[in-house]
């Protein structure tokens, strides 16, 4: 890959009159941060993300440079794949992409945190008539017909036929790459979410390549530099407070000092629950960050111990 031409060092984005500029939720700063955010379907979840975690970005009319309220931080919207190959030029310090991406270009990135957005799941799938009574390619082959395999992923594409031990060829496409087989190609390694592109295509899953999601990412020299590696180590701690609180909800509720054992038994919690006393010896207030998933069967089970007054609530961010 030709690496970039040299650019200006990140200049400090926050003047007066940007968003965020000397706000408190900007992060402190002595390093200059290069930021790509994902153009595309990958956009939208992580600007509400970055939101969320009280970060604004301002697309504004700078098309493709929006203001980011982060000190000290120039920010460029490229498309997951140029996120990967500029982190790996060390063109810009830190990205989010999907890991896909980062595979498929066998780009040595530092991972910061996994999302868990957008998740895939890359796979080889075929015609339903290309295949055996099992669902598996004949293994006679096609009457000695080199196999064409088309994909976006070709790195992953050709590692795949080699583990599969086939006699193929992969064809790249730009997309839309369920349209290709039967006419201009046998099978497809592609992504696929819900799976009704493919169903809608006539075509099955015949292996599993890899699972991705949406990935932050930093260059091998941003994670080794110390003033941005502290900034970016911060910019994880907001991110996964904004995740942690979504996965959970904030249980309130009041017990009888007879019950509070059993109650605090069965509540599950970050660390320890935050017990008060209720005014005249009337029992105890409890109160813990629980796992959202858990809630429908444990809120049935508290009351059965003895909780009352149970209060359920939204938090926007837990940091541990
Ligand atoms: N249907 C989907 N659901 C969730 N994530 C997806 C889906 N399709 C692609 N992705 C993810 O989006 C990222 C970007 O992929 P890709 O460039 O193909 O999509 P895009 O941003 O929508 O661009 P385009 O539509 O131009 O192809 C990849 O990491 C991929 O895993
Ligand atoms: O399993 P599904 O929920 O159907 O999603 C999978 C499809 O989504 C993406 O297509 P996109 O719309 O980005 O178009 P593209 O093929 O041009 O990339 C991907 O390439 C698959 O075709």
């Known amino acids: 890959m030709t690496p970039p031409t040299a650019r200006p060092q990140a200049t400090a984005d926050a003047r007066p009159g940007d968003p965020g500029a000397g706000s408190p ?3 402190p700063s002595s390093a200059a941060l290069r930021l790509a955010l994902p153009k595309g379907r990958l956009q939208a979840g992580i600007l509400e993300l970055l939101d969320e975690a009280g970060i604004r970005v301002d697309l504004g009319d700078r098309a493709y440079r929006p203001s980011v309220s982060l000190e000290n931080t120039e920010a460029k919207l490229l498309k997951p794949q140029n996120v990967v190959e500029m982190l790996d030029a060390g063109a810009r310090d830190v990205g989010f992409a999907g890991a896909d991406w980062a595979i498929e270009k066998r780009a040595p990135l530092v991972e910061l945190l996994d999302t868990g ?3 895939v799941r890359i796979v080889a799938a075929a015609p339903m008539e290309l295949l055996d009574a099992d669902g598996k390619l004949p293994e006679r082959g096609l009457g000695g017909r080199r196999l064409v395999v088309a994909s976006e992923y070709v790195e992953l594409a050709e590692r795949w036929v080699e583990r599969s031990s086939l006699d193929a060829t992969v064809l790249r496409t730009y ?4 349209v290709f087989p039967p006419e201009d190609a046998d099978l497809i390694v592609d992504n696929t979410s819900t799976g ?7 075509l099955v899953i015949i292996d599993e390549v890899l699972r991705s999601s949406t990935r932050l990412f930093a260059s091998q020299d941003a994670a080794a530099d110390p003033a941005k590696r502290a900034r970016l180590d911060q910019l994880v701690m ?11 909800v904030m249980l309130e509720l009041n017990v009888g000092a007879g019950d509070l054992d059993a109650v605090l038994d069965v509540l599950p919690c970050m660390r320890q629950p935050t017990i008060s006393t209720l005014r005249g010896e009337a029992g105890f207030a409890v109160r813990a960050a629980v796992p959202r998933k858990d809630i429908a069967a444990l809120v049935p089970r508290l009351k059965e111990l003895g909780g009352a007054d149970i209060c359920i609530s939204n938090v926007s961010q837990l940091v541990s």
Do not use: H, K, Q
Not at 175 to 178: L, M, N, P, V, Y
Not at 196 to 202: I, K, P, Y
Not at 238 to 248: G, H, K, P, Q, W
């Open 175 to 178: 997309g839309a790459t369920e």
């Open 117 to 119: 957005l957008n998740p």
């Open 25 to 27: 939720s900007s992060i």
């Open 238 to 248: 907001l991110l996964v407070s904004v995740l942690d609180a979504r996965s959970r």
């Open 196 to 202: 009704s592109t493919l169903r809608a295509n006539g």
